[in-house]
T-cell receptor
Framework: GAVVSQHPSWVICKSGTSVKIECRSL??????MFWYRQFPKQSLMLMAT?????????EQGVEKDKFLINHASLTLSTLTVTSAHPEDSSFYIC?????????????FGPGTRLTVT | GQNIDQPTEMTATEGAIVQINCTYQ??????LFWYQQHAGEAPTFLSY??LDGLEEKGRFSSFLSRSKGYSYLLLKELQMKDSASYLC??????????WGAGTKLIIKP
């Protein structure tokens, strides 16, 4: 159980275009979803936390107008990178947390590798 | 501020034992996680400790000392597939994960 999927697994786009990444919890209800970015050989960097039905909470330095997050249901959250630039090229990973366990474990999706040309 | 410290890189030999240390300073504490991350892949859960002591799970064990703000991950009978980054993360008072930078473990034959 506790499977999280992400789509697409990789995407190449041109500078100035927008890209949407989907994160789904397949077998549990995710009350909270997290979006991370990871550059090569660096650790995870939390971008934002979203709770179903409410606005996402962005970490300091993350532009909310550039990285649009929608958590419309208990099983789906989307991250849209708007007007992408080459410096947005990175590995984007979502994770989901349900409230059924006391451990607050986060279940990670497989990640999306974004390349902006 | 909140901070997680762990070594950047470690090298060990196949079949041996390695211990990866992690120290943490957080606003409140609700447990400590260890995750494994292979290159180009997402992290996978290894262990969660909230009480002091050692938790053993097969070849992997995790230890926690809340009074010292210290944890370690112990890997026994190392296999080549254990080559990966190991991430330490502490759950703070807001139940947010504070991540360490990860320890890259290199296994040599």
């Amino acid at each position: 159980g506790a499977v999280v999927s992400q789509h697409p697994s990789w995407v190449i786009c041109k500078s100035g275009t927008s890209v949407k990444i989907e994160c789904r919890s397949l077998d549990f209800q995710a009350t909270t979803m997290f979006w991370y970015r990871q550059f090569p050989k660096q650790s995870l960097m939390l971008m934002a936390t979203s709770n179903e039905g409410s606005k996402a909470t962005y970490e300091q330095g993350v532009e909310k107008d550039k990285f649009l997050i929608n958590h419309a249901s208990l099983t789906l959250s989307t991250l849209t990178v708007t007007s992408a630039h080459p410096e947005d090229s990175s590995f984007y990973i979502c994770s989901a947390r349900g409230e059924r366990e006391a451990s607050y474990e986060q279940y990670f999706g497989p990640g999306t590798r974004l390349t902006v040309t | 501020g909140q901070n997680i410290d762990q070594p950047t890189e470690m090298t060990a030999t196949e079949g041996a034992i390695v211990q990866i240390n992690c120290t943490y300073q957080t606003s409140g504490f609700n447990g400590l996680f260890w995750y494994q991350q292979h290159a180009g892949e997402a992290p996978t859960f290894l262990s969660y400790n909230v009480l002091d002591g050692l938790e053993e799970k097969g070849r992997f064990s995790s230890f926690l000392s809340r009074s010292k703000g210290y944890s370690y991950l112990l890997l026994k009978e190392l296999q080549m597939k254990d080559s990966a980054s190991y991430l330490c993360a502490a759950l703070d008072s807001n139940y947010q994960l504070i991540w360490g930078a990860g320890t890259k473990l290199i296994i040599k034959p």
